[in-house]
């Protein structure tokens, strides 16, 4: 039995305490916005913010967590009003999508750390790797959100919990054709 804290909820799973945290994530807690990429932690779509540090949860153990607290994509904000989510969605950052919740979490938990980061520090806490090549929007993301995080507004986003039919009001080009 293994127990520590996901998302601020405590649980235990009944698993091989070498059971990778990802797949008790994915597999027995049904948090799959964590995602497998690479095995090996090269790739980053895994990463998961563990005790306030960027972690590949592919290559550590549930044991290894034991008394911890793990926070998944989920948990960073279920409405999507986190700074980083804000300023991914405002910039249009994703493209295929599948690396998003990895960056997300990496930039979240660099943004704790150092809430104006230079372009080495996000170079250095960013390692992720994304196929479609969306490293330029993603840095000027981490800036904004780390902005935002300091009061300023993203802006063009609609607010968690806007109905679409009222987003699409605020926005010419999504109104119905008539």
């Known amino acids: 039995m293994t127990k520590f804290t996901v998302n ?23 948090l799959t916005g964590t995602k497998y990429g690479c095995g090996t932690g090269e790739c980053g779509a895994c990463i998961v913010d563990i005790d306030g540090a960027a972690v ?15 926070t998944t994509i989920e948990g960073l904000s ?9 300023a991914f969605a405002a910039l249009n950052v994703s493209q295929c999508g599948y690396c998003i919740p990895g960056m997300i979490m ?8 150092v809430p104006a980061p230079a372009d080495a520090d996000m170079d250095a806490a960013i390692t ?3 196929r479609c090549g969306i490293y330029p929007r993603l840095r000027e993301a981490i800036r904004r959100a780390g902005r935002a995080s300091r009061g300023e507004p ?3 986003v609609p ?13 010419p080009a999504l109104q119905p054709k008539q």
Do not use: M
């Open 128 to 130: 992720n790797i994304c």
């Open 78 to 86: 279920r409405d999507r009003s986190h700074p980083v989510q804000q």
């Open 106 to 113: 990496a930039a979240s938990v660099l943004l704790k750390r």
């Open 8 to 30: 601020n909820q405590p649980v235990e799973y009944l698993l091989d305490p070498e059971t990778p945290l990802l797949w008790a994530l994915r597999d027995a807690s049904n």
């Open 154 to 156: 993203i802006g063009v």
């Open 56 to 70: 590949a949860s592919c290559r550590v153990s549930i044991a290894a967590c034991e008394g911890r607290f793990v």
């Open 159 to 171: 607010l968690p919990g806007t109905d679409p039919s009222e987003a699409a009001r605020q926005v």
